[in-house]
Each structure stands twice: as C-alpha cells, then as structure tokens.
T-cell receptor, first 113, second 113 residues
Framework: DAGVIQSPRHEVTEMGQEVTLRCKPI?????LFWYRQTMMRGLELLIY????????DSGMPEDRFSAKMPNASFSTLKIQPSEPRDSAVYFC???????????FGPGTRLTVL | TQLLEQSPQFLSIQEGENLTVYCNSS?????LQWYRQEPGEGPVLLVT?????EVKKLKRLTFQFGDARKDSSLHITAAQPGDTGLYLC?????????????FGTGTRLTIIP
C-alpha cells in the first residue's frame, strides 16, 4: 500500500490567493482527518470525516477554510483567501475501526507570503 | 484548552543516557497512543495502551498508562541518535477505534552522539 498521499508537498503562495491541498487516504479506510501543525500551537485537528461525511469541523479556524470529501478516495482542504498566519504544515491522516490508529501522510508545507 | 500536556517540551541528552517523558491530562481516556515524528514526515504510531496501569515495551522504549487512565509516560533506556524526534501522545475518548484523537503538546527529543 502506498500509504496516505498528499499533494503538493510544498506550496508557496501570496496572501489573498486560493490554496487547495489534496489527500488520498489508504484504500479501505473510512475515516479521514485534516491537521495543521505549527511550532506555536502543535498538532491541531481541523476536521474529520467518517464515510465521507464531515463529523466534527470545530477545529476549522474560520470561514476561509473549507474541506470536502466527494468520495472515499479523495479529500481537499481549501483556504480562500490565504493569509500569512495560515503558514504551517498540513497533514492528512486516515483510519478505520479495524486499524484503530491513524496513518499520516507526509504533509504539505504551506508558506503564505 | 489543551487536554494533554507533555513534559518536558524540549529534551537534549547524550547518547547512552536514560530519559522519561510525560503526558498528563485531567480527562480520562479510553486509550492512549504514542507517536514519533521525524523531520519532514508525519507522525508514526509507536504503541497503544488501553488498560489502566498497563505497561508495554518496545525494545528500549517502555510505555506506561496511568492507573486512572489520565496520564502516561515513555521511558527510553540507553538513548540512541535514532531516537531523536518529536514524541506525541494522543488520547481517544471512545473505544470505536477510528474516532478523533486529542494530541498532546509534544516533546522534542535530541540525542547527542
């Protein structure tokens, strides 16, 4: 198995631009999680899905952030418009009840200038 | 509000020494996991502890879950440079296996050769 796949690995953009991060979970996993990691705040859960349905989005910072999971093999996290304070590493993770653990992708390092 | 506090936040020791890092909470968790994260990668699961008082060993690493299931510790014997990384504890409030985790603040460990 290829593991959780995230793209792009690095993204540099200017303030005000739209940013779209992509994630392909491990096949067969029915839970997907988006996290943001910074030195100041550590690893924060933004949103998670079970069976493609958003279950808890209380960690989404504000309306500029949105996440979708149109099918079991793909999810996006969109930031529009982006701001410098959104600079962080964004991780996607997937899980299943059988796995009982989260498998993390390699992350997307986002820099907003 | 951070539910899981880890200490110390940073730890730098010489190769061959022993160390213990802690994960504390005022909340009771159904299970607790420890992850290690290396630079440029996502966290990787080391162990899951489920029963209060449980002790698990993984080579030179010993994990303990507190009797009240509110805290945990990780002890490393004869630390090696390969142990360098960010250690994260994560608690689950349910036993469903794929529900969201609450991650701790992290301990950044550096082993000096």
């Amino acid at each position: 198995d290829a593991g959780v796949i995230q793209s792009p690995r690095h993204e540099v953009t200017e303030m005000g631009q739209e940013v779209t991060l992509r994630c392909k979970p491990i096949s067969g996993h029915n839970s997907l999680f988006w996290y943001r990691q910074t030195m100041m705040r550590g690893l924060e859960l933004l949103i998670y899905f079970n069976n493609n349905v958003p279950i808890d989005d209380s960690g989404m910072p504000e309306d500029r952030f949105s996440a979708k999971m149109p099918n079991a093999s793909f999810s996006t996290l969109k930031i529009q418009p982006s701001e410098p304070r959104d600079s962080a590493v964004y991780f996607c993770a997937s899980s299943s009840r059988l796995a009982a653990r989260e498998f993390f992708g390699p992350g997307t390092r986002l820099t907003v200038l | 509000t951070q539910l899981l506090e880890q200490s110390p936040q940073f730890l730098s020791i010489q190769e061959g020494e022993n160390l213990t890092v802690y994960c504390n909470s005022s909340s009771v968790f159904s299970s607790l996991q420890w992850y290690r994260q290396e630079p440029g990668e996502g966290p990787v699961l080391l162990v899951t502890v489920v029963t209060g008082g449980e002790v698990k060993k993984l080579k030179r690493l010993t994990f303990q879950f507190g009797d009240a299931r509110k805290d945990s510790s990780l002890h490393i014997t004869a630390a090696q440079p390969g142990d360098t990384g960010l250690y994260l504890c994560a608690g689950a409030l349910s036993n469903f296996g794929n529900e969201k985790l609450t991650f701790g603040t992290g301990t950044r460990l550096t082993i000096i050769p």
